[in-house]
């Protein structure tokens, strides 16, 4: 089955810690990206990558970073969590004409 | 940058038909998406609208006016399962060349009620 997976699905921290959610496609997709999403704000583009070892920034890159050293794999690191950072998560991959999502991570950073 | 607009919020009838409206600004504009998202869930895609003209899918059909910057999606027969938010999305290549960007508006509650 074709899918975008990502683990934790829930995750409640403190401030400061290190944290990393993982997010993998089996769809052989080049472009994978991660969002945050918000209550009247929408879903953000955090990072987004267009193939192995190439990532740029989105619109709220500030407080993450990303790698990509495979195709299939895309984790999103917090080094230190803040409150703000609080909210749900999506990873997504994708082709020219259509996007898919992850479960979503929902994170709280206390 | 880009500015996308949708209502907030709408409600409609169980069996009648609701239009969401979506307008855009962009400069390199390379089509636009709609998404259904259920509370607490992820997106899926609906729809997908490059060139001028309605793409119909069933009971939902999507409508794009390039010159106008403005799209609407039409759910028809609604269902009760149709509550959910619609997210109208827009891919421009505005970050250098080869790069298209997904940006999404902030989305549209719509609420069927019987």
């Known amino acids: 089955e074709a899918q975008v997976t990502q683990n934790p699905r829930y995750l409640i921290t403190v401030t400061g810690k290190k944290l990393t959610v993982t997010c993998s496609q089996n769809?052989?997709?080049?472009?994978m990206s991660w969002y945050r999403q918000d209550p009247g704000l929408g879903l953000r583009q955090i990072y987004y990558?267009?193939?192995?070892?190439?990532?740029d920034k989105g619109d709220v890159p500030e407080g993450y970073k990303v790698s990509r050293k495979e195709k299939r794999n895309f984790p999103l690191i917090l080094e230190s969590p803040s409150p703000n950072q609080t909210s749900l998560y999506f990873c997504?991959?994708?082709?020219?004409?259509?996007?898919?999502f992850g479960p979503g991570t929902r994170l709280t950073v206390t | 940058g880009q500015n996308i607009d949708q209502p907030t919020e709408m409600t409609a009838t169980e069996g009648a038909i609701v239009q969401i409206n979506c307008t855009y600004q962009?400069?390199?504009?390379?089509?636009l998406f709609w998404y259904q998202q259920h509370a607490g869930e992820a997106p899926t895609f609906l729809s997908y609208?490059?060139?001028?003209g309605l793409e119909e899918k069933g009971r939902f059909s999507s409508f794009l006016s390039r010159s106008k910057g403005y799209s609407y999606l039409l759910l028809k027969e609604l269902q009760m399962k149709d509550s959910a938010s619609y997210l109208c999305?827009?891919?421009?290549?505005?970050?250098?060349?080869?790069?298209?960007?997904?940006?999404f508006g902030k989305g549209t509650k719509l609420s069927v009620i019987p």
């Open positions: 999305a827009v891919r421009d290549r505005t970050r250098g060349a080869g790069s298209y960007q997904l940006t």
């Open positions: 609208n490059v060139l001028d």
């Open positions: 769809m052989n997709h080049e472009y």
């Open positions: 990558s267009m193939n192995v070892e190439v990532t």
């Open positions: 962009t400069s390199g504009f390379n089509g």
């Open positions: 997504a991959s994708r082709t020219p004409y259509e996007q898919y």
